[in-house]
């Protein structure tokens, strides 16, 4: 476990982050091939905007969102919360959309929201939160494509689980964490 002792400092004088991210890093077979499938076409370009992981659209590390919108929050206490987790299984129930009215749709794989997970969840939020109104949605997102492109790619068939012992800390600015789970 990393712990940084001037991260706080870097975080508040230096750059002032108001969106920062908890993720849980997913290792999925076949992810590749998953973006791969999709029709070049269908992809929304994100335009004048740089968001790490999703060059033109396409979401190239998986991942399952912990908590977005931390409040700027003393990296030891993460790293402390972290170390008493342990490794969690992600059960994936199929390909769909979240439809938005931004002129694009997510694709995403959905996730099982097990008690485990939104108790994890629910503990991070009450911590280290900002918003306190927000639904929390577990999912993978594949890609952002066009407005009513995504329907062709829904596979409610799609099933697998995947494991995760690996949270990563990003901030807004791009600058990640990573946290290994040990079993216990």
Same mark, same amino acid.
């Given at each position: 476990?990393?712990?940084?002792?001037?991260?706080?400092?870097?975080?508040?004088?230096?750059?002032?982050?108001? /969106?920062?991210? &908890? @993720? %849980?890093? $997913?290792?999925?077979?076949?992810?590749?091939? #998953?973006?791969?499938? !999709?029709?070049?076409?269908?992809?929304?370009?994100?335009?004048?905007?740089?968001?790490?992981?999703?060059?033109?659209?396409?979401?190239?590390?998986? /991942?399952?969102? &912990? @908590? %977005?919108? $931390?409040?700027?929050?003393?990296?030891?206490? #993460?790293?402390?919360? !972290?170390?008493?987790?342990?490794?969690?299984?992600?059960?994936?129930?199929?390909?769909?959309?979240?439809?938005?009215?931004?002129?694009?749709?997510?694709?995403?794989?959905?996730?099982?929201?097990?008690?485990?997970?939104?108790?994890?969840?629910?503990?991070?939020?009450?911590?280290?939160?900002?918003?306190?109104?927000?639904?929390?949605?577990?999912?993978?997102?594949?890609?952002?494509?066009?407005?009513?492109?995504?329907?062709?790619?829904?596979?409610?068939?799609?099933?697998?689980?995947?494991?995760?012992?690996?949270?990563?800390?990003?901030?807004?600015?791009?600058?990640?964490?990573?946290?290994?789970?040990?079993?216990?």
């Amino acid at each position: 476990m990393n712990f940084y002792s001037n991260f706080d400092d870097f975080l508040l004088e230096k750059n002032g982050f108001t /969106h920062n991210v &908890l @993720l %849980y890093k $997913l290792n999925i077979p076949g992810w590749e091939n #998953i973006i791969n499938s !999709i029709d070049k076409e269908d992809i929304w370009k994100i335009e004048n905007t740089e968001l790490p992981g999703i060059p033109g659209g396409y979401q190239l590390y998986p /991942h399952v969102t &912990l @908590l %977005y919108n $931390l409040r700027n929050t003393n990296i030891n206490k #993460i790293g402390s919360l !972290i170390s008493t987790l342990e490794p969690i299984k992600f059960e994936i129930n199929g390909i769909n959309i979240f439809r938005t009215s931004k002129g694009y749709d997510v694709l995403k794989m959905s996730v099982k929201p097990t008690e485990e997970l939104l108790y994890i969840h629910q503990i991070f939020k009450d911590i280290f939160h900002t918003n306190s109104n927000d639904d929390y949605t577990p999912h993978i997102t594949i890609a952002y494509l066009k407005e009513g492109t995504a329907l062709k790619y829904v596979d409610y068939e799609y099933k697998n689980i995947i494991y995760s012992d690996t949270i990563i800390y990003s901030l807004k600015s791009g600058y990640q964490l990573e946290f290994k789970i040990d079993a216990k």
